[in-house]
């Protein structure tokens, strides 16, 4: 993983905001369309980390969410940003 990317704000444990990361590069070199990457990033964690895992991919976007404490990331990879965080 290289360091094309910054962490905004993080509520989980480090090596699973890793995993988030670079599910996220994964993600960027087998799709293009924001909506694709975040469904892949979603059903990623859904399937390693139980549901119920939600993901925002954007170059601009507002939030108010609810997450499970530990359990949310945001975070800009290049050119878009990535909120992903689990809700029960």
Known sequence: MDQRFIIKSVDMPEEIANKAIQTAFDAKEKFTNHNQIAAYIKRQFDSEFQ??????????????????TG??????????????????
């Open 51 to 68: 549901p119920a895992w939600h993901c925002i991919v954007g170059r601009g976007f507002g939030s108010f969410v609810t997450h499970d």
């Open 71 to 88: 359990n949310l990331v945001y975070f800009f990879l290049e050119e878009f940003a990535i909120l992903l965080w689990k809700s029960g």
